[in-house]
């Protein structure tokens, strides 16, 4: 059973940086695409990066420039690194794995999340 776990989330001011990573567990990790997801208060889930089994990145226009995803396969682990942090980055952060290598064909397990507040 594939298991996703987050870690990492806080209160950062605007402006601030954050590392929220994810353990995976009974997945061959390297295998499959990763992603991280966010539902901000009162607004639809969104696919804030996601990386390929390859490498490949993608990452919503909002975040271009701030966020870097990246992943350790021996540790099967992903990483989001949040730099310039805007209060409209508020939300809950979920891990997600794909059924695939590549991110374009969606992404089947979710981690429990993680909350991300960026507040003075």
């Known amino acids: 059973q594939v298991q996703l776990v987050e870690s990492g989330g806080g209160l950062v001011q605007p402006g601030g940086s954050l590392n929220v990573s994810c353990a995976a567990s009974?997945?061959?990790?390297?295998?499959?695409?990763m992603g991280w997801h966010r539902r901000p208060p009162g607004k639809p889930r969104e696919l804030v990066a996601a990386?390929?089994?390859?490498?490949?990145?993608h990452y919503a226009d909002s975040v271009k420039g701030r966020f870097t995803i990246s992943r350790d396969n021996a540790k099967d682990t992903v990483f989001l690194q949040m730099n310039n942090l805007k209060p409209e980055d508020t939300a809950v952060y979920y891990c997600?794995?794909?059924?695939?290598?590549?991110?374009?064909?969606?992404?089947?397990?979710w981690g429990q999340g993680t909350q991300v507040t960026v507040s003075s």
């Open positions: 990386i390929s089994a390859s490498g490949t990145t």
């Open positions: 009974g997945t061959r990790f390297s295998l499959y695409a």
């Open positions: 997600t794995q794909s059924y695939y290598s590549h991110y374009d064909r969606g992404f089947a397990y």
